[in-house]
């Protein structure tokens, strides 16, 4: 909705936007009160953001206290901070492969190795053993700040304006600056291409298979040049019309190949 570059340039705003994150630490019945006490909030920012909000609000509404509604909303009941079975796999994948696009290789070898730890860990469960697992300092200080910040909303210290407003300082470790997604993505090709030009190492090791290119060839339309020629014929003889076959590096269909000869 256009609103990243509001956040990441207007703290009054951005600190708005971490209370709307914080509804969902409220009790289901107290949410959508909530929601109606931010939205009603006189926010110092120009008429076209205003605007901009306004249909923010429209979708808040619509979508996440008709469609999905305050009860699965809510975490407020959650030790862990959140209904999402799925979140913590995700997350532990994106801080695993810490990269945009990466060769199927390279993501299913990490994923192996996920799947092997969560299954040592269903071991120590069957055993009657605690899964030990280090937690970042931080992270730990904002779960005790939250155990508070609750504590105080429920013995009645705390009202729900006080209680958000609480809330948002627990949010530094997973929300800092909004960006627009994949701003950086061809970062990673662009670098490759470089290497490939100043006669790194990718030029003379595959992308796909990581072993050193026998026979080189170039994917057409996009002419990127890091794969040998039989991983890119394995990417095509698996593709569908469904699915067509895409370069490794930029996502574009592969046409054919150009062998190249040095």
Known sequence: MGLVPLFNENRQ????VKKIMALSYLPPQEIR????????????INQDSKERVARF????????????????????????????????????????VRQH????????NHINNIISDTNK????????LQITRKQKKKSAANIERRK???????????TVAEYLNAIV???????????????????????????????????????????????KVAVIPCGHTAYCEN????LRAAATEEEPPTCPSCRAVIQGTLAIHL
Not at 33 to 44: K, R, Y
Not at 101 to 108: A, D, H, R, S, T
Not at 175 to 182: G, H, K, L
Not at 231 to 234: G, R
């Open 57 to 96: 609000k429209a979708y808040f509404y619509a979508y996440w206290l008709e469609k999905v509604t305050p009860e699965k909303l809510s975490v407020f009941d959650f030790a862990r901070g959140t209904n999402n079975d799925s979140e913590s796999y995700h997350s532990r994948i994106k801080s695993t």
């Open 231 to 234: 991983c890119i014929a394995i």
């Open 13 to 16: 705003f951005k600190k708005w």
């Open 101 to 108: 696009k990466p060769n199927i290789y390279y993501f299913l």
């Open 121 to 128: 860990d269903i071991e120590r469960v069957d055993n009657g």
């Open 169 to 215: 300082y627990t949010f530094d470790t997973c929300v800092s600056e909004f960006r627009i997604p994949f701003e950086d993505e061809d970062d990673d090709v662009g670098q490759a291409q470089e290497n490939e030009e100043e006669g790194g190492e990718s030029q003379d090791q595959c992308g796909i298979c990581v072993e050193e290119i026998q026979r």
């Open 148 to 158: 508070a910040c609750k504590e105080k909303f429920i013995n009645g210290t705390y």
């Open 33 to 44: 009160g909530g929601a109606d006490l931010l939205f009603s909030q006189n926010l110092d």
